[in-house]
Nanobody
Framework: QVRLVESGGGLVQPGGSLRLACAHS????????VGWYRQVPDKAREYLAT???????TYSGAVKGRFTISRDNAKNTAFLQMSGLKSEDTAVYYC?????????????WGQGTQVTVSS
């Protein structure tokens, strides 16, 4: 059973930085693309960034240039480096892992980690 565990959230001042980690277990991590999302109460989960199995990255307009997604397959972990944080970045941050096998996608989510940007 695949398990994802996020860590690294916390309280940070505006303009500060945080690095989130998503630890993957239960399967071969390099077979999975990984995405980061966030959610605030009463709003839909928002897409932030993706890193594919070959390391290709994409970002939403809201975070491009401020956030960087990366992965370390040897450590079975993906990261989201966040800088220039703003109060509107306050949310619960989730990682999502997807493995595609032919026409099937297996998708897994972590439990989330809270990020609060406040002075």
């Amino acid at each position: 059973q695949v398990r994802l565990v996020e860590s690294g959230g916390g309280l940070v001042q505006p303009g500060g930085s945080l690095r989130l980690a998503c630890a993957h277990s239960g399967d071969i991590f390099s077979f999975y693309s990984v995405g980061w999302y966030r959610q605030v109460p009463d709003k839909a989960r928002e897409y932030l960034a993706t890193i594919t199995t070959n390391g290709t990255t994409t970002y939403s307009g809201a975070v491009k240039g401020r956030f960087t997604i990366s992965r370390d397959n040897a450590k079975n972990t993906a990261f989201l480096q966040m800088s220039g944080l703003k109060s509107e970045d306050t949310a619960v941050y989730y990682c999502r892992a997807e493995r595609r096998i032919l026409t099937t996608s297996n998708v897994y989510w972590g439990q989330g980690t809270q990020v609060t940007v406040s002075s």
